[in-house]
């Protein structure tokens, strides 16, 4: 049985949020991401998906959550996987590894 592909939420911005000065962009957060968790977790399907906080898709889902993010200054980019946030500001590979594990997904 193949496991269905696990779609890990950025939602950030071109320009880093003011809290976050001097922390990686989040275009920078996702190559990030994307390399470390298929060394991490090689050959086992996920996606990262950025969204623009200030410009996000027709999705009401994605939408809301942009401006909840906006309107609560949480620090982006802010990681999410499923409806669970599992990093903001500078996202810990530690706490992504750990949610990710809870879905299925194990070191090769």
């Not at 990030?32 to 991490?40: C, F, T, V």
């Not at 990681?79 to 594990?101: F, H, S, T, W």
Request: charged fraction near 25%; hydrophobic fraction near 35%.
């Amino acid at each position: 049985m193949e496991k269905e592909r696990l779609e890990i939420v950025v939602y950030g911005a071109e320009q880093t949020c003011a809290s976050c000065v001097g922390l990686p962009s989040s275009k920078d957060t996702i190559e990030w991401l994307e390399a470390a968790i298929s060394r991490k977790f090689p050959n086992q399907p996920f996606q990262v998906i950025y969204i623009d906080i200030f410009n996000p898709p027709e999705d009401q889902d994605r939408q809301a959550f942009s401006q909840k993010v906006i309107e609560e200054d949480l620090f982006y980019p802010v990681v999410v996987i499923g409806d669970q946030i599992v990093g903001e500001g500078n996202p810990r590979l530690k706490a992504i590894y750990e949610v990710m594990e809870q879905h299925g997904y194990h070191e090769s």
